[in-house]
């Protein structure tokens, strides 16, 4: 697992770059003739670049929001699939009433079983539509309206799609996070190798040599 190489926050991190970058814009010529290759004039351009990044990125919080919303794309897919299978219900007992075998073909006294789990409802809906296919006839003579007999593919097809997306955030998101662990760590190598030069170019001006100084190395886990 990706680990951070500072014991702060990725937004105090960021502050305290932003806030470095106001001081190095006065002294980077300082920097740049204690050591011109790692310093150079465009040095600044560098981190600020990598600051601006990492803002655009949006962070962990941005990821967790995605993945929230789109639970509550699965639940609402989950709730349209309850209710349709509570109104297939009627019919189905209609149907087969003295059938119970086929009822619960259909999910009947099965609900707590089959909504137990998002993948045991996904495959219970990809089935129902050939267990409707095989018992239409005797569904549509005993009264049942084909419009319900032909929402069961549609609502499938929108709870998987909904759940797959769910799981590709799950995916990604974990990608995306170490992603920018990665890309945070390189501007926290960049800030310390600000306050090493620092500490030699100011070493007779503690007050000076303490605006560049960030926390204490520390590794935190993803």
């Not at 962070?59 to 509570?86: I, P």
């Not at 495959?123 to 005993?142: D, G, K, Y």
Request: glycine residues 4%.
């Amino acid at each position: 697992m990706m680990q951070r190489k500072y014991g702060i926050s990725d937004a105090i991190l960021l502050e305290t770059a932003d806030t470095i970058i106001g001081y190095l814009e006065n002294d980077i010529n300082q920097f740049t003739t204690f050591d011109p290759a790692e310093f150079p004039t465009t040095f600044i351009n560098t981190v600020k670049q990598k600051v601006t990044d990492a803002f655009i990125e949006g962070g962990d919080t941005f990821s967790k929001t995605q993945l929230k919303v789109q639970t509550g794309m699965v639940n609402k897919e989950m709730d349209n699939c309850k209710t349709y299978m509570e109104d297939l219900k009627y019919w189905v007992k209609k149907s087969f009433i003295d059938h119970p075998a086929i009822q619960q073909q259909f999910g009947v006294n099965r609900f707590g079983e089959i909504f137990g789990s998002q993948p045991r409802l996904i495959q219970f809906m990809e089935s129902l539509s050939h267990t409707i296919h095989t018992h239409r006839a005797e569904l549509v003579a005993t009264g049942t309206p084909v419009t319900l007999l032909d929402q069961a593919e549609p609502l499938s097809t929108a709870l998987r799609d909904a759940n797959t997306t769910q799981e590709n955030l799950k995916g990604n998101r974990t990608i995306t996070t170490e992603s920018r662990i990665i890309h945070l760590n390189s501007l926290y190598d960049l800030l310390r190798k600000i306050e090493d030069a620092a500490g030699l170019i100011y070493r007779n001006e503690e007050a000076k040599k303490n605006l560049y100084r960030i926390s204490v190395n520390q590794n935190s886990s993803v």
